[in-house]
């Protein structure tokens, strides 16, 4: 029987397997991909390539995200350039769906738990496309996270060890993307007060332990950062800049903006399509017995709202950032097949979900991997790029949807800024003023500026030094004279 049931065990570990390694596939960083990168990750890779050069973290290139990202980046390029980023990327893809069917094998059998997780994360295909983004790296710790809290719910006491796991997993989130973890604290603390409210023990151990670890790694991370002179420079960039956005009296319109943004898709509609339905039947059912998966159920579907108002917060909205919901679609679906569907009509309804969702997925997936086949004119801006500056040289990259031309031309960002996207930059005057001194003083043989903004609304004097050298791929470059 112990044979059967690791023999069981290796089949779906093969099935997360195959289904992660096609998954990944869509990632612009994937081994079979010949377009340049065209999307933020190539920020990521660029920076953490230059920490392999002795840069410094914030202090030599600007961004907005956590230490963690440009870590594993750096990591990835060590590995096997831009591939290695795609094998951490198809790692960090099996274990989304590892994690994604233990956590749903709490409450279906094993068929049961593969086919709904499999399913709902496939219905979300079109959220993981780019790949490589702290929304895309940081679920995989906040399924960690949920995995490993969500004992207390079913009222199991979580050992030290599993509490010291929680603060680390807690700490790689909030160094990933501050946003990621409003909905993972509240399910922690809701289930801490749940659990004390049974039991009337351990609530302060709960709490200290897991925030005893994040403060003391915390304090590591930023003495690391101290050390080497860009903790300031991580404060005005990970902390400041990125609330820039953050304001009270326009905070509304972000919030219905969001809502917007994610519900005017066909496929966002399809995903809530069971929960919906759900919620009907309990607005119109007489049954008013009370279990602990129905009250988790009530707390998952108040954190997926919420979690969509978390994301409106810093005030800027995109398709990537809504991949964070998986954890709490996953659950959500999990517990309306085990609370609603009764003994063989559970498979029926695994199967439904399979059915809604799946092809999604797939639609999403080709359309992705035929992108990236399309080479377009990408390859001919990195070749004009070399033919007309030397090896080494100094390039300025204005959008971040083209840094990747950075990596591709083996050129290096000429100032501190790897992007200047005018649409997050527009009111920073001291960022823009630094910018266009250091254009002026570093020797910077090309500006690649991207075609949507008009560049002599930003650089007014450019053609005092540069000229116009060439245009495609929605970019267009100028030589110094």
């Given at each position: 029987m112990k044979a059967k049931g690791y023999s069981r065990k290796a089949i779906v570990v093969f099935?997360?397997?195959?289904?992660?390694?096609?998954?990944?596939?869509?990632?612009?960083?994937?081994?079979?991909?010949?377009?340049?990168?065209?999307?933020?990750?190539?920020?990521?890779?660029?920076?953490?390539?230059?920490?392999?050069?002795?840069?410094?973290?914030?202090?030599?290139?600007?961004?907005?995200?956590?230490?963690?990202?440009?870590?594993?980046?750096?990591?990835?390029?060590?590995?096997?350039?831009?591939?290695?980023?795609?094998?951490?990327?198809?790692?960090?893809?099996?274990?989304?769906?590892?994690?994604?069917?233990?956590?749903?094998?709490?409450?279906?059998?094993?068929?049961?738990?593969?086919?709904?997780?499999?399913?709902?994360?496939?219905?979300?295909?079109?959220?993981?496309?780019?790949?490589?983004?702290?929304?895309?790296?940081?679920?995989?710790?906040?399924?960690?996270?949920?995995?490993?809290?969500?004992?207390?719910?079913?009222?199991?006491?979580?050992?030290?060890?599993?509490?010291?796991?929680?603060?680390?997993?807690?700490?790689?989130?909030?160094?990933?993307?501050?946003?990621?973890?409003?909905?993972?604290?509240?399910?922690?603390?809701?289930?801490?007060?749940?659990?004390?409210?049974?039991?009337?023990?351990?609530?302060?151990?709960?709490?200290?332990?897991?925030?005893?670890?994040?403060?003391?790694?915390?304090?590591?991370?930023?003495?690391?950062?101290?050390?080497?002179?860009?903790?300031?420079?991580?404060?005005?960039?990970?902390?400041?800049?990125?609330?820039?956005?953050?304001?009270?009296?326009?905070?509304?319109?972000?919030?219905?903006?969001?809502?917007?943004?994610?519900?005017?898709?066909?496929?966002?509609?399809l995903l809530f399509y069971f929960i919906i339905v759900y919620i009907v039947i309990e607005v119109?059912?007489?049954?008013?017995?009370?279990?602990?998966?129905?009250?988790?159920?009530?707390?998952?579907?108040?954190?997926?709202?919420?979690?969509m108002f978390f994301v409106a917060l810093p005030g800027r909205k995109y398709v990537q950032y809504?991949?964070?919901?998986?954890?709490?679609?996953?659950?959500?679906?999990?517990?309306?097949?085990?609370?609603?569907?009764?003994?063989?009509?559970?498979?029926?309804?695994?199967?439904?979900?399979?059915?809604?969702?799946?092809?999604?997925?797939?639609?999403?997936?080709?359309?992705?991997?035929?992108?990236?086949?399309?080479?377009?004119?990408?390859?001919?801006?990195?070749?004009?790029?070399?033919?007309?500056?030397?090896?080494?040289?100094?390039?300025?990259?204005?959008?971040?949807?083209?840094?990747?031309?950075?990596?591709?031309?083996?050129?290096?960002?000429?100032?501190?800024?790897?992007?200047?996207?005018?649409?997050?930059?527009?009111?920073?005057?001291?960022?823009?003023?630094?910018?266009?001194?250091?254009?002026?003083?570093?020797?910077?043989?090309?500006?690649?500026?991207?075609?949507?903004?008009?560049?002599?609304?930003?650089?007014?004097?450019?053609?005092?030094?540069?000229?116009?050298?060439?245009?495609?791929?929605?970019?267009?470059?100028?030589?110094?004279?």
């Amino acid at each position: 029987m112990k044979a059967k049931g690791y023999s069981r065990k290796a089949i779906v570990v093969f099935c997360l397997l195959v289904f992660a390694f096609f998954f990944s596939l869509q990632d612009v960083t994937s081994i079979f991909s010949h377009r340049v990168n065209y999307s933020d990750s190539g920020v990521y890779q660029y920076i953490g390539s230059s920490l392999l050069r002795g840069e410094v973290l914030y202090r030599d290139n600007f961004d907005h995200f956590g230490p963690v990202l440009y870590i594993i980046n750096a990591l990835g390029f060590a590995i096997a350039k831009i591939h290695g980023v795609w094998l951490i990327d198809f790692l960090a893809m099996f274990i989304i769906e590892l994690l994604g069917y233990k956590i749903t094998e709490h409450f279906l059998k094993e068929k049961l738990a593969l086919i709904v997780s499999v399913s709902v994360l496939s219905g979300l295909s079109w959220a993981f496309w780019i790949g490589n983004t702290p929304d895309y790296l940081g679920l995989a710790f906040i399924l960690g996270f949920v995995y490993c809290s969500i004992d207390l719910y079913i009222e199991k006491e979580l050992s030290k060890t599993r509490l010291a796991l929680l603060g680390l997993l807690f700490t790689l989130v909030f160094w990933t993307k501050q946003a990621l973890v409003f909905g993972i604290f509240l399910f922690y603390i809701w289930g801490v007060i749940q659990y004390w409210k049974k039991n009337k023990k351990l609530m302060l151990t709960q709490i200290f332990i897991p925030g005893g670890v994040w403060a003391v790694l915390s304090g590591i991370i930023l003495v690391w950062l101290k050390g080497v002179h860009g903790a300031y420079d991580m404060i005005q960039q990970y902390f400041k800049f990125t609330w820039q956005g953050f304001k009270v009296d326009v905070l509304h319109s972000h919030i219905f903006g969001t809502f917007w943004f994610f519900f005017n898709r066909p496929d966002i509609l399809l995903l809530f399509y069971f929960i919906i339905v759900y919620i009907v039947i309990e607005v119109f059912s007489r049954e008013s017995k009370e279990s602990k998966e129905k009250d988790l159920l009530k707390t998952v579907l108040v954190i997926l709202v919420l979690q969509m108002f978390f994301v409106a917060l810093p005030g800027r909205k995109y398709v990537q950032y809504s991949s964070v919901y998986y954890v709490w679609l996953l659950l959500a679906y999990t517990l309306i097949v085990q609370r609603v569907v009764k003994g063989s009509i559970k498979i029926v309804a695994a199967v439904l979900v399979f059915i809604l969702l799946v092809p999604n997925g797939v639609i999403a997936y080709r359309s992705q991997v035929s992108n990236w086949k399309d080479v377009g004119k990408s390859q001919e801006v990195v070749a004009f790029i070399r033919d007309n500056t030397a090896e080494g040289s100094k390039i300025a990259v204005a959008s971040p949807d083209h840094a990747g031309y950075y990596l591709a031309s083996k050129r290096n960002s000429a100032t501190k800024y790897p992007y200047i996207h005018p649409s997050m930059f527009d009111h920073e005057d001291g960022i823009w003023k630094e910018y266009r001194k250091e254009l002026e003083e570093k020797n910077v043989e090309a500006i690649v500026w991207f075609d949507q903004q008009d560049i002599h609304r930003y650089l007014p004097n450019i053609e005092n030094n540069y000229q116009f050298a060439y245009t495609g791929d929605g970019v267009t470059i100028y030589l110094r004279k």
